[in-house]
């Protein structure tokens, strides 16, 4: 009764503003439109569609804010219109009351507001989907931001998401392509994400990890976490102060070069993704700034880091191969690598496949970011992949709507970017990286501690498993085993010998060459 509950307030909610007249504008069938004229007889709307959908997603609350924000990115795909208003969701959700939020913060530490900032602003700098922003100065003289969490948002997140489950769970039953794209484990994994967001904690340990990784690029900026002053439900860190990257005007007034600020997003993201595996998941417009300082001048500056995305070193082996064989126009390759990991089934022909890879990618190479739209590559390799019964892995959900986040910022950015070419040379330098010579001797050094552990106890484990496995019957066989344990052992300090020279000689030249 609960989820019928909240379904009829999405009804209500959809047709308060108008969106069910919206939808059925779509359609151009006879019957559609008789339909429409039948719903909006009588109906008059002061406030443009946009204005409308935005509201509905606002009324609705962080699950569908969030879609919203997704929606924003992609102006190829959206009126200009509607476009515009969504993007209002990114930063400028209506806050809740100052009071409120000062209280919030006094009962997370114990503390008076005044005994825990020099200075605090009530009109908060940010107001998000599940917390708003304040600006404030420590005793100390820092500046900081005080993020504070949404009160109750737990409760209204958990109905949606249990509405969510229910919804996928018939979609499986009803609809094979359903089972094939796995909603539940999508829902799951939303479901991770979005809980994630509700621990403020968890938050500040991904900026933490994200400050150590991206430190030696020296292209992106995040701020230092104050985690004294860190809990589940506040959290205050460094001020990072830079200009909106929406505001196009304003950074070319400042001297900032739009196209390289273009190209060295593409080069954050595949670093992330490729080298890491652990990459900023909400990066809309309103989560990214650029530094005017002048040490720092044209570096990007990330916020909100409530949603991480990682992957696995077999995950990331996958898609780098995928992408590479993209670049070169190995359709058979990607084909092959879809049989391989299981994703179609084994005997599907790979000829076949190829030939439906290549249809729906060849037409876009070539070509810059202004003529390609990755949701519409993304729209055909999903008809495409209906027919060959492919599987959706959830686990990647978040890198493709990382990649259509990356694909809408830089299309305001630099229209002219050739997304292929200046991630190319990337990700072919990250493979050679990870094969080869190079590949062997990191291995190996990361390897070498358990190697000097397990080595010396090597010969003793294989005499206690020869004693226990002889009975007494046995004693000749066991004396000639345990001659034959003493030349093993010589041949493996031999080849230990052997390799740690070569190890070292590798080192040596690695060393000579430098110098």
Known sequence: MRYLARLLVIAWTLRRFGLDELALAAFSGRRMRWLHRIVSFGRRWNEPRGVRLRLALERLGP??????????????????????????????????????????????????????????????????????????????????????????????????????????????????????????????????????????????????????????????????????????????????????????????????????????????????????????????????????????????????????????????????????????RDYKRVAELHIESGWVPADTRVDELESAVRAVCEPHFDRPLKDISLGQVLMRLFQASRRFNVEIQPQLVLLQKTLLNIEGLGRQLDPELDLWATAKPFLERWMDEQIGWRALVSQLKKEAPRFAQFLPELPRLLHESLKRQAGPQDGELLRALLLEQRRTNRLLQTLVLVGLGFVLGLVAMRVFSTL
């Open 63 to 328: 699950i569908f804010v969030k879609f919203g924000q997704v929606l924003s990115t992609r102006r190829d795909l959206l009126p200009a219109d509607i476009a515009g208003e969504l993007a209002k969701l990114q930063d400028s959700v209506p806050p809740f009351d100052a009071a409120r939020s000062r209280a919030l913060i006094e009962q997370a530490f114990g503390r008076r507001i005044e005994e825990l900032f020099a200075s605090f602003e009530d009109q908060p700098v940010a107001s998000a989907s599940i917390a708003q922003v304040h600006f404030a100065v420590l005793k100390d003289g820092r500046e900081v931001a005080v993020k504070v969490l949404r009160p109750g948002m737990l409760d209204v997140i958990e109905d949606d998401l249990a509405l969510m489950r229910t919804l996928a769970g018939w979609v499986e039953r009803l609809s094979a392509d359903g089972r094939r794209l796995k909603p539940r484990e999508v829902v799951a994994e939303f479901d991770t994400y979005l809980h994630d967001e509700l621990d403020l904690v968890r938050e500040a340990a991904n900026a933490a990890q994200l400050r150590r990784n991206m430190d030696d690029l020296q292209l992106v900026m995040v701020p230092e976490m104050i985690w004294e002053l860190c809990t589940q439900d506040v959290i205050v860190m460094e001020r990072m102060v830079g200009v909106p990257i929406s505001q196009m005007q304003r950074l070319r007034e400042a001297g900032i070069d739009i196209k390289k600020l273009a190209r060295d997003g593409v080069t954050i993201f595949f670093t992330q993704v490729f080298r890491d595996g652990f990459f900023h998941a909400d990066m809309h417009p309103g989560n990214i700034q650029v530094s005017l300082a002048p040490e720092t001048f044209g570096r990007y500056i990330a916020l909100d880091f409530g949603i991480i995305g990682t992957l696995s070193e077999n995950d990331k082996d996958y898609l780098a191969q995928n992408f590479v064989a993209f670049f070169q």
